[in-house]
């Protein structure tokens, strides 16, 4: 069941990636502040999905 915060399929994705940046940054998919910090960042739009995954790519690399 989806959160009460996703409200739209837009908001069910930024919460799906939130959880998933979750899962990579800090080891943990179900800490919840950091999964409701990303998904308000993503909805206002401070963050982007693409900033991420570039910043991703420059620590691999």
């Known amino acids: ?3 009460p ?3 739209t ?4 994705l930024y ?3 939130a959880k998933l940046i979750a899962g990579s940054a800090v080891g943990d998919r179900k ?3 950091f999964i409701m910090y990303t998904f308000n ?3 206002k739009g ?3 999905p693409s900033t991420i995954l570039r910043e991703n790519q420059t ?3």
Request: net charge positive.
């Open 1 to 3: 069941m989806p959160p």
């Open 5 to 7: 915060v996703a409200k």
């Open 9 to 12: 399929i837009r908001d069910l």
């Open 15 to 17: 919460w799906e990636y």
């Open 31 to 33: 800490n919840y502040g």
């Open 41 to 43: 960042n993503l909805r």
């Open 46 to 48: 401070n963050l982007k």
């Open 59 to 61: 620590l691999v690399m």
